[in-house]
């Protein structure tokens, strides 16, 4: 019996991994979660254990005699995770394998990940002298202390997991030791059959959070730009951080004339957020790195467009997976509502989802995964 500890964040994806693991044999898993409340917001299921720091839950991990420990994404600072003597299994989520070009830690894949107007509204870049100095000596070779923590611990994961498959051939390219861990945050009812879409509502749903990498203001100012008429859904229930940014993208919202926006600030269950969904004849991705791809993946069970950048990561793998997507630079007009797609398309991304998001073929390979896992004692 291999005996595993889950360290993670208060955070909604959680449920879905805990359900996964109830169904495998020959895996006891022991949940642990960091919060600075008296109880979890997000994680609904029973019997995980609650942290009031990440210190705890790394003591905790080192005592009970786990073979594994499964990283919900580098949730914690590395200083933190270096103390760490479980081997690990990481979840990346993508906000721990990107980093932008000018921050000043630079992360597994590195990259431009912001459009101008966001950029300055995010007020993306060193934040002090500390950090400048720091962009300054990297370019001559010097590596900060954060840099070298971010590096040893990558040095000490064995096995990664993440959405795309060309990110782990990359991640092997810098770090050829890491074995592919094969985990998704997949549930059994993300399934939906093929209902043909025809209608030609004029909303939109404008990125999946309100991170900065959606690019919201500069996709804003393209919408108005193009006079295009239309209401905007934008999420913006977490993460919670970036306070200054929530303030600057609502004051930019509020100069349009063509466009109407509503922000989703609360978090919202999932079919309540789908309905939003529903509303909505297209969806826009700003993202230039991996991101999202569960929210696209429903617009593409619900048979309408999915738009992104035309250098965007997620536009690049889904056109040579074989999905028909758009790019805002060139199909981005004002009949964008008028011509829903297809039905021969509908059905076509719709069949790829289906296939990539087979559940049951997935938890088998998970099984077969943990069935030829040594334990660390061995």
Not at 2 to 8: F, G, N
Request: net charge neutral.
């Amino acid at each position: 019996m291999l005996k595993i500890v889950h360290i993670s964040l208060d955070e909604k994806f959680i449920d879905c991994a805990i359900d996964q693991f109830k169904l495998l044999n020959g895996v006891e898993s022991t949940f642990c979660a960091q919060t600075g409340s008296d109880e979890f917001k997000f994680i609904k299921s029973t019997g995980v254990k609650l942290f009031h720091t990440a210190d705890e839950v790394i003591d905790f991990a080192n005592q009970g005699n786990f073979d594994y420990a499964i990283l919900h994404s580098m949730c914690y600072a590395p200083r933190i995770l270096l103390r760490l003597n479980v081997p690990i299994l990481w979840c990346s989520w993508g906000y721990d394998i990107y980093s932008d070009k000018s921050e000043d830690i630079q992360k597994l894949f590195s990259m431009t990940l912001y459009k101008p107007m966001t950029r300055r509204a995010a007020s993306i870049g060193p934040r002090n002298f500390k950090e400048r100095i720091s962009l300054i000596l990297r370019k001559f070779g010097i590596l900060s202390k954060r840099q070298k923590r971010y590096n040893s611990l990558l040095k000490k994961i064995p096995y990664l997991s993440v959405v795309l498959k060309d990110e782990y051939k990359a991640a092997q390219d810098t770090y050829p030791h890491f074995k592919y861990f094969p985990f998704r945050y997949m549930t059994p009812d993300e399934s939906f059959p093929y209902v043909p879409f025809h209608g030609k509502e004029r909303s939109i749903l404008l990125g999946n959070s309100l991170d900065p990498n959606n690019n919201h203001i500069d996709l804003l100012k393209l919408l108005e730009e193009r006079k295009i008429h239309c209401k905007v859904y934008i999420p913006i229930s977490y993460p919670k951080e970036y306070v200054e940014y929530k303030t600057k993208l609502k004051e930019f919202a509020a100069t349009l004339k063509t466009i109407t926006v509503v922000f989703l600030e609360d978090f919202l269950p999932k079919q309540e957020y789908f309905r939003i969904f529903d509303e909505c004849s297209i969806a826009i991705f700003g993202h230039l790195r991996q991101q999202a791809i569960g929210n696209v993946y429903h617009i593409f069970y619900s048979g309408k467009k999915a738009l992104f950048f035309k250098d965007s990561l997620n536009y690049k793998y889904l056109s040579d997976f074989g999905f028909k997507v758009f790019n805002v630079e060139d199909d981005l007009t004002q009949d964008i509502f008028e011509n829903p797609l297809n039905e021969e398309v509908q059905k076509h991304n719709h069949k790829l989802v289906v296939n990539d998001e087979n559940y049951d073929s997935y938890m088998q390979n998970l099984q077969a995964f943990f069935d030829n896992l040594p334990t660390s004692k061995n």
